[in-house]
């Protein structure tokens, strides 16, 4: 049996009262070039040491889909146990860090995260806003694993 997408059933009923489409006709690739990118998280890290005057080094997987204009951008950090992204501010004032909201999900592992003053312990399926203007970092602090998180962040630039 041909695999129907729901998306190409949608599309079909659509276009009304055309001819109802068949399996082969809807399983037809479409001739145009994608009109999208798939960037694998599992390939393209780059490793940078002492990010934000952190410790250790951190694996980084910057998603760039292909340079296309969005209004947040996306990371990996990989975190090896000992290591940390340092604690910084990003705000309207400092051009070299940029005035960015993030968001911080784990992945995976343990760790410590600090906003302004507060520290707390975080783990897989957290998810931490650090608005404009906070201090913010965080650390590995499982003794055997990595920390995985993936970023979201923000550019607060006024327009």
């Given at each position: 049996m041909d695999d129907i997408s729901r998306r190409k059933i949608l599309a079909a009923?659509?276009?009304?009262?055309?001819a109802a489409p068949t399996a082969a006709t809807l399983a037809t690739p479409p001739s145009?070039?994608?009109r999208y990118k798939l960037e694998r998280a599992s390939e393209g890290f780059s490793r940078f040491q002492a990010v934000h005057e952190g410790l250790g080094s951190i694996d980084v997987k910057l998603f760039d889909f292909a340079g296309a204009a969005a209004p947040a951008n996306f990371l990996i950090y990989d975190i090896p146990v000992g290591a940390s992204e340092g604690i910084h501010l990003h705000n309207l004032s400092d051009p070299k860090l940029g005035p960015y909201e993030e968001y911080y999900y784990i992945i995976e592992g343990r760790g410590r995260m600090?906003?302004?003053?507060?520290?707390?312990?975080?783990a897989a399926g957290d998810h931490i806003f650090a608005p404009l203007d906070s201090w913010r970092g965080i650390e590995n602090i499982d003794p055997d694993a990595n920390l995985k998180i993936f970023l979201t962040y923000i550019d607060r630039s006024p327009s």
């Open positions: 009923a659509a276009l009304g009262a055309m145009r070039p994608a600090t906003i302004d003053a507060e520290k707390f312990a975080v």
